[in-house]
C-alpha cells in the first residue's frame, strides 16, 4: 500500500502494524510509530489516512488540499487525510500515535456512499476516537468477539468520516471566544495535574469563560456538540490512555491519576464513553 510504504520510508518501521480484515471486509492496515520529529510528503494514494495521537504537546503543522493547520498535539486527537489528496507534515517533538490505512472502496462499501474528501487536522470527535480505539484493541487481540468488534469499529469509523467534517463546521459557526475557549482549556488541564481536588464544576467553567452558567453551558454545547461534563470527562479519559502507556503502575493508579473516584467507577465510565474496557486498550497500547 503506497501510503504505508510513504510512511515507512520516512518515520522506519512501525513499532507494529496488523491487516485489518474481518469476513465483509478486508484491505486495511494499522500501525503504530513512536518518533522524535518528522518531516515529509505524500503523494496522495487510494486510502484513507486516519492519524490518532497517543501522545501531547508536539508542534505539528499540517497542509493539505489547499487547507493547513498549526497545531499542539493532544492525546486523543484525529487527523484525516482523503484517498488521492497530496499531503505535508512538519512535526516537532517526540510522537506516539496509531495510524490507519483504509481503502476508499472498503470504506464506501460499509456505508453505501462517497466518504467526504475535506481533510480534517487535529479535531476532538468522539465517535471517530471510539472507533479508532476499538479497531486498535480489535486488530491486536486473537479472541471469539474481536471479529465483530473490528468489523462494528470500522462500519462505525466510516460513518464517522461522512459526517464529522459537516458537524465541525456547524459547531464552528457560534460558541465560545477563542480567549474564553483557553481560559477553560486552562483550566481542565490544571485540574488533570492535580487529581486529588475535585471540579472544575460547571460554575468554576463559566467563571473562566466569564459567563453566565447558563449562557456558558448553551454556547460551549453548540461549539463542541457536548455538555462542559462530557468534555472535562473526555480529557479525563485522555489523561488515563497516557498514563496506561507506563506498565509500572496499576489501573487503579491510573484511575487516580486520571481522577476518578475508585477504579471501578473509572472502568464503567471508561467502557460506556469507548465501547472497550481499561484492560483491553491497555493490553493493546503495551503491545
Known amino acids: ?25 478486508e484491505g486495511g492496515i494499522v500501525a503504530r510509530w513512536r518518533h522524535s520529529g518528522a518531516e515529509f510528503k505524500t503523494i496522495g494514494s487510494h486510502a484513507v489516512r486516519l492519524t490518532l495521537s497517543l501522545s501531547a ?8 488540499n489547499g487547507l493547513s493547520s498549526r497545531v499542539k498535539a493532544s492525546i486523543g486527537s ?12 512538519v512535526v516537532k517533538g517526540d510522537a506516539d500515535v496509531v495510524q490507519m490505512f483504509l481503502p476508499e472502496t472498503m470504506l464506501e462499501a460499509l456505508v453505501e456512499v462517497p466518504i467526504r474528501d475535506v481533510p480534517l487536522f487535529d479535531i476532538h470527535d468522539g465517535g471517530l476516537q471510539r ?5 486498535l484493541v480489535a486488530s491486536g487481540r486473537h479472541e471469539r468477539d474481536d471479529e465483530l468488534l473490528l468489523d462494528s469499529g470500522l462500519r462505525h469509523l466510516a460513518r464517522c468520516l461522512v459526517t464529522a467534517e459537516a458537524a465541525i ?20 488541564s490544571a485540574a488533570l495535574d492535580h487529581p486529588e481536588r475535585c471540579g472544575p464544576t460547571l460554575a468554576q467553567m463559566a467563571e473562566s469563560a466569564r459567563l453566565s452558567v447558563n449562557h456558558f453551558a448553551r454556547a460551549f454545547k453548540q461549539q463542541t ?3 462542559p461534563h462530557q468534555h472535562v470527562i473526555s480529557r479525563r479519559i485522555d489523561r488515563s490512555i497516557e498514563l496506561m502507556k507506563n506498565p509500572r503502575l496499576s489501573l487503579g493508579d491510573v484511575a487516580d491519576g486520571a481522577g476518578f473516584c475508585t477504579p471501578a467507577h473509572f472502568s464503567a465510565t471508561f467502557k460506556r464513553v469507548l465501547g472497550i474496557t481499561p484492560k483491553n486498550l491497555r493490553r493493546a497500547l503495551l503491545l
Not at 518501521?13 to 496488523?18: A, E, L, M, S
Not at 504537546?57 to 493539505?64: I, P
Not at 463546521?169 to 481542565?188: C, E, H, M, V
Request: no cysteine.
Open 78 to 89: 484525529v487527523s484525516v487525510i482523503p484517498s488521492r489528496v497530496a499531503s505535508s507534515f
Open 57 to 64: 504537546g508536539q508542534e505539528v503543522l499540517f497542509s493539505a
Open 169 to 188: 463546521r456547524t459547531a464552528k459557526l457560534g460558541g465560545l471566544a477563542p480567549s474564553a475557549r483557553r481560559r477553560l482549556d486552562d483550566l481542565i
Open 131 to 135: 472507533a479508532m480505539l476499538q479497531v
Open 225 to 227: 456538540g457536548i455538555t
Open 1 to 25: 500500500m503506497l501510503a504505508l510504504m510513504e510512511t515507512v520510508a520516512r518515520l522506519g518501521d512501525p513499532v507494529w502494524y496488523r491487516p485489518l480484515a474481518t469476513a465483509l471486509v
